[in-house]
């Protein structure tokens, strides 16, 4: 992480991201469709190791969470992880 600026831009666009795509995503199950997640890591080596285990649990149920009791990323500040979903199988 280069500076503290680097760090909160990365961090709130991130959860920004993740709301909107929660919002999209409860509106799709409100409709009776039923979606998974999977956790996405940005697979390099500044990923920790909770984000590893959580993308190692593949898809999983969208209420369910990840191994390290998350429901989806951000983990911590300065965490680059993003969560996947789909329609469940
Ligand atoms: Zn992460």
Redesign the pocket.
């Known amino acids: 992480m280069r500076d503290r600026a680097e760090l909160v831009a990365i961090t709130e666009l991130g959860q920004a991201f993740e709301h909107g795509a929660d919002i999209a995503s409860d509106n799709i199950q409100s409709w009776g469709i039923q979606l998974e997640k999977a956790w996405l890591?940005s697979e390099d080596d500044r990923?920790?190791e909770e984000?590893w285990e959580n993308q190692d649990d593949g898809w999983i149920p969208y209420d369910n969470p990840f191994t390290s009791g998350d429901y989806g990323?951000?983990?911590?500040p300065g965490?680059?992880?993003t969560k996947l979903r789909r329609r469940a199988r």
Do not use: I, Q
Not at 73 to 76: E, Q, Y
């Open positions: 890591t990923v920790s984000c990323p951000l983990r911590f965490c680059r992880c």
